[in-house]
Protein backbone atom coordinates (compact mmCIF):
# COMPACT_ATOMS: atom_id res chain seq x y z
CA UNK A 1 0.00 0.00 0.00
CA UNK A 2 1.55 3.46 -0.87
CA UNK A 3 2.38 5.89 1.57
CA UNK A 4 -0.04 9.07 1.44
CA UNK A 5 1.79 11.79 0.56
CA UNK A 6 1.06 15.08 2.94
CA UNK A 7 -0.27 18.50 0.48
CA UNK A 8 -0.26 21.79 2.30
CA UNK A 9 -3.17 23.72 0.64
CA UNK A 10 -2.34 26.56 -1.32
CA UNK A 11 -5.37 28.67 0.61
CA UNK A 12 -3.90 27.89 3.93
CA UNK A 13 -0.48 29.06 3.03
CA UNK A 14 -1.61 32.11 1.32
CA UNK A 15 -3.81 32.95 4.67
CA UNK A 16 -0.76 32.42 6.62
CA UNK A 17 1.40 34.46 4.40
CA UNK A 18 -1.30 37.67 4.72
CA UNK A 19 -1.33 36.96 8.89
CA UNK A 20 2.41 37.13 9.02
CA UNK A 21 3.24 40.11 6.84
CA UNK A 22 0.49 42.02 9.78
CA UNK A 23 2.26 40.67 12.58
CA UNK A 24 5.00 43.31 13.81
CA UNK A 25 6.43 41.44 17.78
CA UNK A 26 8.66 38.52 16.94
CA UNK A 27 6.96 35.85 19.54
CA UNK A 28 3.49 36.12 18.63
CA UNK A 29 4.72 36.06 15.09
CA UNK A 30 6.36 32.64 15.39
CA UNK A 31 3.37 31.13 17.20
CA UNK A 32 1.24 32.17 14.52
CA UNK A 33 3.44 30.07 12.13
CA UNK A 34 3.35 26.72 14.00
CA UNK A 35 0.14 27.15 15.08
CA UNK A 36 -1.37 27.93 11.87
CA UNK A 37 0.38 24.75 10.20
CA UNK A 38 -0.70 22.04 13.02
CA UNK A 39 -4.10 23.05 12.45
CA UNK A 40 -3.64 21.11 8.96
CA UNK A 41 -4.98 17.49 10.20
CA UNK A 42 -2.18 15.92 8.81
CA UNK A 43 0.60 18.14 10.73
CA UNK A 44 1.36 16.26 14.17
CA UNK A 45 4.02 18.85 15.53
CA UNK A 46 5.54 22.12 13.99
CA UNK A 47 8.83 23.32 15.59
CA UNK A 48 10.75 26.77 15.06
CA UNK A 49 14.47 26.71 16.42
CA UNK A 50 16.61 29.88 15.92
CA UNK A 51 20.66 30.27 15.68
CA UNK A 52 21.44 32.18 19.12
CA UNK A 53 24.87 31.95 21.36
CA UNK A 54 24.57 28.58 23.54
CA UNK A 55 23.26 29.58 27.17
CA UNK A 56 22.82 26.18 29.02
CA UNK A 57 25.79 24.70 27.65
CA UNK A 58 26.30 22.55 31.08
CA UNK A 59 23.29 21.17 31.14
CA UNK A 60 22.32 20.63 27.67
CA UNK A 61 20.97 17.53 26.30
CA UNK A 62 22.68 17.74 23.71
CA UNK A 63 26.19 18.96 25.32
CA UNK A 64 27.92 15.09 24.10
CA UNK A 65 27.12 16.34 20.56
CA UNK A 66 28.98 19.83 20.70
CA UNK A 67 32.95 19.78 19.99
CA UNK A 68 32.44 23.49 22.00
CA UNK A 69 30.26 26.16 22.67
CA UNK A 70 29.07 27.88 20.47
CA UNK A 71 26.06 29.61 18.83
CA UNK A 72 23.45 26.52 18.56
CA UNK A 73 19.54 25.99 17.40
CA UNK A 74 17.31 27.17 20.21
CA UNK A 75 14.04 25.62 19.89
CA UNK A 76 11.59 28.76 20.35
CA UNK A 77 8.61 27.76 19.39
CA UNK A 78 6.12 24.32 19.08
CA UNK A 79 2.74 22.94 18.06
CA UNK A 80 1.04 19.77 17.86
CA UNK A 81 -1.01 17.25 19.12
CA UNK A 82 -0.89 13.51 20.05
CA UNK A 83 -3.23 11.09 19.06
CA UNK A 84 -2.85 8.44 21.45
CA UNK A 85 -2.36 11.24 24.43
CA UNK A 86 -4.55 14.15 24.55
CA UNK A 87 -2.93 15.95 27.29
CA UNK A 88 0.71 15.55 26.20
CA UNK A 89 1.63 18.82 26.12
CA UNK A 90 3.59 19.31 22.68
CA UNK A 91 4.19 23.46 23.24
CA UNK A 92 7.55 22.43 25.69
CA UNK A 93 10.45 23.84 24.43
CA UNK A 94 12.79 22.96 27.04
CA UNK A 95 12.72 19.14 26.46
CA UNK A 96 15.53 17.09 25.03
CA UNK A 97 15.51 18.46 21.25
CA UNK A 98 15.60 22.26 23.15
CA UNK A 99 18.97 23.04 21.11
CA UNK A 100 20.52 20.94 18.44
CA UNK A 101 24.40 22.02 17.78
CA UNK A 102 24.45 23.62 14.29
CA UNK A 103 25.63 20.79 12.07
CA UNK A 104 24.70 18.03 14.07
CA UNK A 105 22.04 15.54 13.15
CA UNK A 106 19.14 16.18 10.25
CA UNK A 107 17.88 19.50 11.80
CA UNK A 108 21.40 21.01 12.56
CA UNK A 109 22.43 20.27 9.39
CA UNK A 110 19.95 22.15 7.77
CA UNK A 111 21.53 25.09 9.81
CA UNK A 112 24.64 24.42 8.60
CA UNK A 113 23.92 23.86 4.88
CA UNK A 114 21.06 26.33 4.13
CA UNK A 115 19.57 23.29 2.41
CA UNK A 116 16.25 21.50 2.81
CA UNK A 117 15.36 17.64 4.02
CA UNK A 118 12.72 15.83 3.68
CA UNK A 119 11.72 12.52 4.79
CA UNK A 120 9.37 9.88 2.95
CA UNK A 121 8.99 7.25 5.46
CA UNK A 122 10.79 7.94 8.55
CA UNK A 123 10.06 4.14 9.73
CA UNK A 124 12.48 3.23 6.54
CA UNK A 125 15.73 5.50 8.02
CA UNK A 126 16.11 5.26 12.02
CA UNK A 127 19.07 8.05 11.87
CA UNK A 128 15.82 10.66 10.83
CA UNK A 129 14.29 10.51 14.52
CA UNK A 130 15.77 9.64 18.16
CA UNK A 131 12.60 8.21 19.16
CA UNK A 132 11.45 5.63 16.25
CA UNK A 133 9.20 4.28 19.14
CA UNK A 134 7.15 8.05 19.07
CA UNK A 135 6.42 8.32 15.26
CA UNK A 136 5.41 4.75 14.88
CA UNK A 137 2.46 5.14 18.20
CA UNK A 138 2.08 8.92 16.32
CA UNK A 139 1.47 7.76 13.02
CA UNK A 140 3.98 9.91 11.67
CA UNK A 141 5.67 9.22 8.49
CA UNK A 142 7.44 12.21 7.18
CA UNK A 143 9.31 14.92 8.28
CA UNK A 144 9.95 18.33 6.27
CA UNK A 145 13.24 20.94 7.52
CA UNK A 146 13.39 24.41 5.60
CA UNK A 147 16.30 26.58 6.56
CA UNK A 148 15.00 30.25 7.46
CA UNK A 149 17.09 32.52 5.14
CA UNK A 150 16.93 36.07 5.26
CA UNK A 151 19.52 38.18 3.05
CA UNK A 152 21.77 35.04 2.80
CA UNK A 153 22.10 34.67 6.24
CA UNK A 154 20.55 31.23 8.20
CA UNK A 155 18.42 32.94 11.19
CA UNK A 156 16.80 28.82 11.66
CA UNK A 157 15.14 25.96 10.76
CA UNK A 158 11.31 25.29 9.98
CA UNK A 159 10.39 21.84 10.79
CA UNK A 160 7.20 19.73 10.35
CA UNK A 161 6.61 16.16 11.02
CA UNK A 162 3.57 14.83 9.28
CA UNK A 163 1.04 12.16 8.95
CA UNK A 164 2.46 11.08 5.63
CA UNK A 165 5.35 11.03 3.17
CA UNK A 166 6.87 14.69 3.30
CA UNK A 167 8.16 15.57 -0.22
CA UNK A 168 7.13 17.13 -3.70
CA UNK A 169 5.11 20.24 -3.74
CA UNK A 170 4.08 20.08 0.15
CA UNK A 171 8.27 21.04 0.53
CA UNK A 172 8.12 23.71 -2.31
CA UNK A 173 5.14 24.87 0.18
CA UNK A 174 7.07 24.70 3.25
CA UNK A 175 9.67 26.55 1.13
CA UNK A 176 7.24 29.20 0.48
CA UNK A 177 6.79 29.55 4.09
CA UNK A 178 9.79 29.48 5.51
CA UNK A 179 11.28 32.21 3.07
CA UNK A 180 8.37 34.52 4.55
CA UNK A 181 8.72 33.89 8.00
CA UNK A 182 12.38 34.42 7.69
CA UNK A 183 11.79 37.79 6.68
CA UNK A 184 9.34 37.87 9.17
CA UNK A 185 11.40 37.59 11.96
CA UNK A 186 13.81 39.82 10.25
CA UNK A 187 10.97 42.41 10.54
CA UNK A 188 10.01 41.66 14.01
CA UNK A 189 13.85 41.85 15.16
CA UNK A 190 14.18 45.61 13.22
CA UNK A 191 10.84 46.77 14.79
CA UNK A 192 12.24 45.44 18.49
CA UNK A 193 15.67 47.35 18.28
CA UNK A 194 14.02 50.37 16.83
CA UNK A 195 11.66 50.43 20.27
CA UNK A 196 14.61 49.56 21.88
CA UNK A 197 16.21 52.46 20.42
CA UNK A 198 13.51 54.58 20.15
CA UNK A 199 13.36 54.05 24.34
CA UNK A 200 17.01 54.69 24.93
CA UNK A 201 16.76 57.51 22.73
CA UNK A 202 13.48 59.09 24.53
CA UNK A 203 15.61 57.87 28.14
CA UNK A 204 18.38 59.78 26.87
CA UNK A 205 16.43 62.72 26.03
CA UNK A 206 14.72 62.87 29.28
CA UNK A 207 18.03 62.80 30.71
CA UNK A 208 19.48 65.81 29.12
CA UNK A 209 16.23 67.20 29.65
CA UNK A 210 17.01 66.74 33.20
CA UNK A 211 20.17 68.40 32.97
CA UNK A 212 19.07 71.36 31.54
CA UNK A 213 16.20 71.83 34.08
CA UNK A 214 19.04 71.25 36.45
CA UNK A 215 21.15 73.96 34.91
CA UNK A 216 18.61 76.37 34.18
CA UNK A 217 17.30 75.64 38.15
CA UNK A 218 19.91 78.05 39.09
CA UNK A 219 19.25 80.62 36.19
CA UNK A 220 22.14 83.13 35.96
CA UNK A 221 24.40 83.53 38.35
CA UNK A 222 22.18 85.49 41.31
CA UNK A 223 22.88 87.35 43.86
CA UNK A 224 23.71 91.71 44.93
CA UNK A 225 26.32 90.21 48.38
CA UNK A 226 29.76 90.98 47.58
CA UNK A 227 30.84 87.58 47.90
CA UNK A 228 29.21 86.58 44.61
CA UNK A 229 30.19 89.52 42.91
CA UNK A 230 33.69 88.85 43.98
CA UNK A 231 33.09 85.34 41.78
CA UNK A 232 31.08 87.05 38.79
CA UNK A 233 34.60 89.36 38.72
CA UNK A 234 36.93 86.31 38.70
CA UNK A 235 35.02 84.98 35.83
CA UNK A 236 34.95 88.12 33.64
CA UNK A 237 38.44 87.88 34.03
CA UNK A 238 39.57 84.42 32.94
CA UNK A 239 36.95 83.93 30.43
CA UNK A 240 38.68 85.19 27.67
CA UNK A 241 41.52 83.65 27.94
CA UNK A 242 41.97 79.95 27.56
CA UNK A 243 43.77 79.28 31.17
CA UNK A 244 42.82 76.22 32.94
CA UNK A 245 39.86 76.92 35.97
CA UNK A 246 40.22 75.02 39.62
CA UNK A 247 36.45 75.74 40.87
CA UNK A 248 36.18 74.63 45.01
CA UNK A 249 32.92 74.85 46.35
CA UNK A 250 31.46 72.64 49.09
CA UNK A 251 28.38 70.30 47.21
CA UNK A 252 25.55 72.26 46.21
CA UNK A 253 26.90 75.57 45.97
CA UNK A 254 26.75 76.13 41.86
CA UNK A 255 30.45 75.39 40.45
CA UNK A 256 28.78 73.63 37.39
CA UNK A 257 27.01 77.24 36.54
CA UNK A 258 29.97 78.98 37.26
CA UNK A 259 32.01 76.69 34.33
CA UNK A 260 29.02 76.99 31.97
CA UNK A 261 29.39 80.71 32.63
CA UNK A 262 33.11 80.82 32.25
CA UNK A 263 32.60 79.15 28.82
CA UNK A 264 29.61 81.14 27.68
CA UNK A 265 31.86 84.36 27.70
CA UNK A 266 35.00 82.46 26.15
CA UNK A 267 35.93 82.58 22.76
CA UNK A 268 34.83 78.69 22.54
CA UNK A 269 31.10 79.78 23.39
CA UNK A 270 29.86 77.91 19.87
CA UNK A 271 31.41 74.95 20.04
CA UNK A 272 30.45 72.48 22.80
CA UNK A 273 31.22 72.47 26.56
CA UNK A 274 31.24 68.71 27.67
CA UNK A 275 30.84 67.78 31.30
CA UNK A 276 32.39 64.77 32.55
CA UNK A 277 30.85 63.52 36.19
CA UNK A 278 34.27 61.98 37.33
CA UNK A 279 32.57 60.03 40.61
CA UNK A 280 30.72 58.57 38.05
CA UNK A 281 32.75 56.97 35.93
CA UNK A 282 33.65 52.93 36.63
CA UNK A 283 37.33 53.08 37.37
CA UNK A 284 38.13 50.35 34.43
CA UNK A 285 36.17 52.78 32.01
CA UNK A 286 37.84 55.88 32.70
CA UNK A 287 40.40 55.97 30.20
CA UNK A 288 37.71 54.92 27.70
CA UNK A 289 35.39 57.96 29.02
CA UNK A 290 38.04 60.44 28.40
CA UNK A 291 39.82 58.88 24.96
CA UNK A 292 37.65 56.76 23.37
CA UNK A 293 37.86 53.34 22.28
CA UNK A 294 38.40 50.89 18.80
CA UNK A 295 36.38 48.12 18.00
CA UNK A 296 37.72 45.05 19.91
CA UNK A 297 39.91 46.77 22.40
CA UNK A 298 37.98 45.00 25.15
CA UNK A 299 34.87 42.95 25.96
CA UNK A 300 32.14 44.72 24.98
CA UNK A 301 34.05 47.34 22.81
CA UNK A 302 31.30 46.44 20.01
CA UNK A 303 32.40 49.44 17.44
CA UNK A 304 34.56 52.52 18.01
CA UNK A 305 33.41 55.49 20.68
CA UNK A 306 34.85 59.03 20.75
CA UNK A 307 35.66 60.39 23.66
CA UNK A 308 35.07 63.08 25.75
CA UNK A 309 38.21 65.08 24.13
CA UNK A 310 37.40 64.54 21.22
CA UNK A 311 33.30 65.63 21.56
CA UNK A 312 35.05 68.56 23.41
CA UNK A 313 37.46 69.69 20.38
CA UNK A 314 37.11 73.75 20.57
CA UNK A 315 35.46 73.97 23.30
CA UNK A 316 35.62 73.18 27.14
CA UNK A 317 35.45 69.98 28.81
CA UNK A 318 34.40 70.05 32.78
CA UNK A 319 35.70 67.87 34.72
CA UNK A 320 33.56 67.60 37.20
CA UNK A 321 34.49 66.17 40.75
CA UNK A 322 37.62 65.83 39.64
CA UNK A 323 39.29 64.71 42.99
CA UNK A 324 37.16 61.14 41.99
CA UNK A 325 39.88 60.51 39.27
CA UNK A 326 42.11 57.27 40.22
CA UNK A 327 45.75 57.96 40.20
CA UNK A 328 46.72 56.09 37.58
CA UNK A 329 44.71 57.59 34.93
CA UNK A 330 46.08 61.21 36.29
CA UNK A 331 49.37 60.94 34.23
CA UNK A 332 47.34 60.49 31.10
CA UNK A 333 45.67 63.54 31.20
CA UNK A 334 48.36 65.17 33.00
CA UNK A 335 49.67 64.53 29.21
CA UNK A 336 46.62 65.86 26.98
CA UNK A 337 46.50 68.80 29.13
CA UNK A 338 50.10 69.75 28.75
CA UNK A 339 50.70 68.36 24.99
CA UNK A 340 46.76 67.91 23.71
CA UNK A 341 47.80 64.34 22.48
CA UNK A 342 45.88 61.31 23.23
CA UNK A 343 45.53 57.58 22.10
CA UNK A 344 42.47 55.83 21.61
CA UNK A 345 41.91 52.50 23.79
CA UNK A 346 43.82 49.66 21.68
CA UNK A 347 45.04 52.24 19.10
CA UNK A 348 48.36 53.00 18.22
CA UNK A 349 47.56 56.58 16.34
CA UNK A 350 48.23 60.02 18.32
CA UNK A 351 45.20 62.32 17.81
CA UNK A 352 46.06 66.09 18.98
CA UNK A 353 42.54 68.04 20.38
CA UNK A 354 42.07 71.59 21.24
CA UNK A 355 40.38 71.70 24.44
CA UNK A 356 39.89 74.22 27.27
CA UNK A 357 39.73 72.43 31.06
CA UNK A 358 37.85 73.81 33.84
CA UNK A 359 37.60 71.28 36.79
CA UNK A 360 35.60 71.16 40.11
CA UNK A 361 35.66 69.74 43.15
CA UNK A 362 34.71 70.20 47.17
CA UNK A 363 37.93 68.28 48.18
CA UNK A 364 40.46 70.18 49.45
CA UNK A 365 43.22 69.33 46.75
CA UNK A 366 45.96 70.45 48.68
CA UNK A 367 45.41 67.99 51.13
CA UNK A 368 44.80 65.54 48.75
CA UNK A 369 48.38 66.31 47.02
CA UNK A 370 50.10 65.66 50.76
CA UNK A 371 48.35 62.49 51.21
CA UNK A 372 49.04 61.13 47.96
CA UNK A 373 46.12 60.68 46.47
CA UNK A 374 46.73 63.12 43.59
CA UNK A 375 49.56 64.48 41.28
CA UNK A 376 51.23 67.20 42.43
CA UNK A 377 52.10 68.26 39.02
CA UNK A 378 48.00 67.96 37.72
CA UNK A 379 47.29 69.90 40.62
CA UNK A 380 49.49 72.88 39.47
CA UNK A 381 47.94 72.76 36.12
CA UNK A 382 44.60 72.84 37.09
CA UNK A 383 44.91 75.24 39.72
CA UNK A 384 46.54 77.91 37.38
CA UNK A 385 43.27 80.11 37.95
CA UNK A 386 41.64 79.03 41.36
CA UNK A 387 37.86 80.06 41.99
CA UNK A 388 36.10 80.16 45.11
CA UNK A 389 32.01 79.36 44.98
CA UNK A 390 30.94 80.68 48.75
CA UNK A 391 28.58 78.71 50.79
CA UNK A 392 25.01 79.97 50.89
CA UNK A 393 25.57 80.64 54.45
CA UNK A 394 28.23 83.08 53.62
CA UNK A 395 25.78 85.25 51.35
CA UNK A 396 22.40 85.36 53.44
CA UNK A 397 22.02 88.87 51.74
CA UNK A 398 21.16 86.96 48.44
CA UNK A 399 18.80 84.45 49.85
CA UNK A 400 15.37 86.05 48.91
CA UNK A 401 16.23 86.97 45.89
CA UNK A 402 17.62 82.90 45.08
CA UNK A 403 14.02 82.38 46.83
CA UNK A 404 12.03 84.44 44.73
CA UNK A 405 13.90 83.06 41.88
CA UNK A 406 13.10 79.50 42.97
CA UNK A 407 9.72 80.04 43.74
CA UNK A 408 8.51 81.48 40.49
CA UNK A 409 9.96 78.25 38.91
CA UNK A 410 8.42 76.13 41.25
CA UNK A 411 5.05 77.39 41.09
CA UNK A 412 5.07 77.12 37.09
CA UNK A 413 6.11 73.83 36.93
CA UNK A 414 4.20 72.56 40.05
CA UNK A 415 1.35 74.63 38.94
CA UNK A 416 1.10 76.17 42.92
CA UNK A 417 0.75 79.89 43.69
CA UNK A 418 2.19 81.40 46.49
CA UNK A 419 3.72 84.66 47.77
CA UNK A 420 7.32 84.59 50.13
CA UNK A 421 6.72 86.92 52.58
CA UNK A 422 8.65 88.80 55.05
CA UNK A 423 8.75 86.32 57.72
CA UNK A 424 9.18 83.48 55.08
CA UNK A 425 12.31 85.39 54.28
CA UNK A 426 13.62 86.02 57.63
CA UNK A 427 13.30 82.29 58.07
CA UNK A 428 15.28 81.52 55.14
CA UNK A 429 18.09 83.58 55.76
CA UNK A 430 18.51 82.33 59.83
CA UNK A 431 18.92 79.03 58.38
CA UNK A 432 22.44 77.14 57.88
CA UNK A 433 21.78 75.58 54.63
CA UNK A 434 24.50 72.75 54.62
CA UNK A 435 23.09 71.77 51.18
CA UNK A 436 23.76 75.26 50.30
CA UNK A 437 21.62 76.04 46.86
CA UNK A 438 20.58 73.39 45.70
CA UNK A 439 19.03 72.71 49.60
CA UNK A 440 17.00 76.06 48.99
CA UNK A 441 15.63 74.93 46.11
CA UNK A 442 14.28 71.66 47.33
CA UNK A 443 13.15 73.70 50.32
CA UNK A 444 11.55 76.02 48.51
CA UNK A 445 9.54 73.27 46.03
CA UNK A 446 8.66 71.33 48.66
CA UNK A 447 7.06 73.78 51.01
CA UNK A 448 5.09 74.82 47.15
CA UNK A 449 3.94 71.47 47.04
CA UNK A 450 2.79 71.60 50.27
CA UNK A 451 1.03 75.13 50.60
CA UNK A 452 -2.45 76.29 51.49
CA UNK A 453 -3.84 79.51 50.63
CA UNK A 454 -0.35 80.62 48.79
CA UNK A 455 0.63 80.91 52.97
CA UNK A 456 4.32 79.15 52.61
CA UNK A 457 6.05 76.98 55.40
CA UNK A 458 9.06 75.63 55.68
CA UNK A 459 10.70 72.85 57.63
CA UNK A 460 13.95 73.13 58.26
CA UNK A 461 15.94 70.71 60.68
CA UNK A 462 17.59 72.08 63.47
CA UNK A 463 15.07 75.60 62.67
CA UNK A 464 12.04 76.53 64.19
CA UNK A 465 9.50 75.60 61.33
CA UNK A 466 7.04 78.81 60.76
CA UNK A 467 4.04 76.03 60.84
CA UNK A 468 3.59 72.44 61.66
CA UNK A 469 5.66 70.47 59.22
CA UNK A 470 3.87 67.86 57.94
CA UNK A 471 4.82 64.40 58.28
CA UNK A 472 5.07 61.41 56.50
CA UNK A 473 3.36 59.31 59.41
CA UNK A 474 -0.50 57.70 59.12
CA UNK A 475 -0.86 59.52 61.77
CA UNK A 476 0.40 62.96 61.19
CA UNK A 477 -1.61 66.52 60.84
CA UNK A 478 -0.44 66.68 57.46
CA UNK A 479 -2.30 68.57 54.52
CA UNK A 480 -4.35 65.72 53.90
CA UNK A 481 -5.75 64.71 57.70
CA UNK A 482 -6.51 68.04 58.12
CA UNK A 483 -9.87 68.05 56.03
CA UNK A 484 -8.77 71.47 54.40
CA UNK A 485 -7.32 69.87 51.24
CA UNK A 486 -6.79 66.09 49.67
CA UNK A 487 -3.35 65.90 47.71
CA UNK A 488 -3.02 63.73 44.66
CA UNK A 489 -0.75 60.91 44.18
CA UNK A 490 1.59 62.84 41.79
CA UNK A 491 1.47 65.26 44.63
CA UNK A 492 2.52 62.81 47.37
CA UNK A 493 5.22 61.53 45.48
CA UNK A 494 6.56 65.07 45.00
CA UNK A 495 6.53 65.15 48.66
CA UNK A 496 8.07 61.97 49.10
CA UNK A 497 10.92 63.31 46.41
CA UNK A 498 11.41 66.38 48.61
CA UNK A 499 11.84 64.92 51.53
CA UNK A 500 14.45 62.05 50.30
CA UNK A 501 16.71 64.89 48.23
CA UNK A 502 16.17 67.15 51.31
CA UNK A 503 18.08 64.35 53.46
CA UNK A 504 20.48 63.34 50.95
CA UNK A 505 21.47 67.41 50.17
CA UNK A 506 22.01 67.54 54.33
CA UNK A 507 24.05 64.14 54.73
CA UNK A 508 26.47 65.25 51.06
CA UNK A 509 24.82 62.23 49.29
CA UNK A 510 26.41 59.93 51.97
CA UNK A 511 23.08 56.83 52.61
CA UNK A 512 25.05 54.59 55.37
CA UNK A 513 26.61 55.17 58.81
CA UNK A 514 26.30 58.37 60.94
CA UNK A 515 24.85 61.15 59.74
CA UNK A 516 23.90 59.29 56.51
CA UNK A 517 20.55 60.15 54.87
CA UNK A 518 18.85 56.67 56.30
CA UNK A 519 19.74 57.48 60.07
CA UNK A 520 17.90 61.38 59.58
CA UNK A 521 15.07 59.52 57.62
CA UNK A 522 14.94 56.62 59.94
CA UNK A 523 15.12 53.87 57.33
CA UNK A 524 17.41 51.50 56.53
CA UNK A 525 19.81 51.96 53.93
CA UNK A 526 18.65 49.59 51.66
CA UNK A 527 15.44 51.04 51.58
CA UNK A 528 16.56 54.42 50.84
CA UNK A 529 18.94 53.12 48.14
CA UNK A 530 15.88 51.28 46.66
CA UNK A 531 13.53 54.96 46.78
CA UNK A 532 16.48 56.87 45.21
CA UNK A 533 16.42 54.33 42.30
CA UNK A 534 12.80 54.43 41.90
CA UNK A 535 12.59 57.62 41.92
CA UNK A 536 14.82 58.13 39.48
CA UNK A 537 17.17 60.17 41.57
CA UNK A 538 21.09 61.07 40.57
CA UNK A 539 23.90 63.21 42.63
CA UNK A 540 24.37 66.20 40.52
CA UNK A 541 27.53 66.90 39.58
CA UNK A 542 29.77 69.68 41.87
CA UNK A 543 27.21 71.68 42.41
Known amino acids: MATPEFQLPFESVRGLLLELARE ?4 PLLQLAVGRLVEQPEVALARIWLIREGDI ?31 ADWTRIN ?36 RPEWAEREGILGFGGQPLIHHGEVLGVLGAFVRGSFCG ?33 ELENEYLRDELNDVQAFG ?75 KGAFTGAVKDRVGRFAAADGGTLFLDEVGEIPLELQSKLLRVLQEGQYERVGDD ?23 GRFR ?3 YYRLNVFPIEVPP ?25 EASLSSENAAQLKGYDWPGNVRELQNVIERALITSKGGRLRFHLPGSEPAAPAPSFTPAAEGPAASGDEVLTDAAIREIERANLLAALNRADWKIYGTGGAAELLGLRPTTVSSRIQRLGLERPGGR
Not at 169 to 183: C, N, P, T, V
Not at 186 to 201: M, S
Request: some cysteine.
Open 349 to 371: RTRTVDVRVVAATNRDLAVEVKE
Open 24 to 27: RDLE
Open 220 to 294: EILGVSAAIREVEEQVEQVAPTDASVLILGESGTGKELVAREIHQRSDRSAQPMIRVNCASVPKELYESEFFGHV
Open 57 to 87: CESCPRRAECAQFIPCLHLVVSAGQSLVDPD
Open 376 to 378: EDL
Open 169 to 201: EALGSLRMLADHIAAAIANARAFEENARLRKQL
Open 392 to 416: LRKRSDDIPLLAKHFLERGAQKLKR
Open 95 to 130: GDFCRFPIGQRKVGRVASTADAVCAEDISSDASWIL
